[in-house]
């Protein structure tokens, strides 16, 4: 079975100047900023399925991306 990745809108981090905190928030629609996405690093942690997730909010991620079959384009037109 295929698996697909899910674009995130934006231009990953830079390795050298990674912004504090979780290295996605800056262009995640879920992240809590202020908050702790944009001051902690989320741990890995082992999901469900075999998958993995350094995300505070793993459940609004996959509860998005399994309710629609071809999955979002996150950030682009997504709620959580």
Same mark, same amino acid.
């Given at each position: +079975?295929?698996? %697909?990745?899910?674009?995130?809108?934006? +231009?990953?981090?830079?390795?050298?100047?990674?912004?504090? @905190?979780?290295?996605?928030?800056?262009?995640?629609?879920?992240?809590?900023?202020?908050?702790?996405? =944009?001051?902690?690093?989320?741990?890995?942690?082992?999901?469900? @399925? @075999?998958?993995?997730?350094?995300?505070?909010?793993?459940?609004? %991620?996959?509860?998005?991306?399994?309710?629609?079959?071809?999955?979002? =384009?996150?950030?682009?037109?997504?709620?959580?």
């Amino acid at each position: +079975q295929a698996k %697909v990745l899910h674009r995130i809108v934006g +231009q990953p981090p830079s390795l050298i100047r990674l912004p504090p @905190g979780c290295a996605f928030h800056p262009r995640c629609p879920y992240a809590e900023v202020p908050g702790r996405c =944009d001051t902690d690093r989320p741990e890995l942690v082992d999901l469900p @399925g @075999g998958q993995r997730s350094a995300c505070f909010f793993p459940e609004r %991620v996959g509860s998005i991306v399994a309710e629609s079959p071809g999955g979002p =384009d996150v950030g682009e037109g997504s709620a959580p």
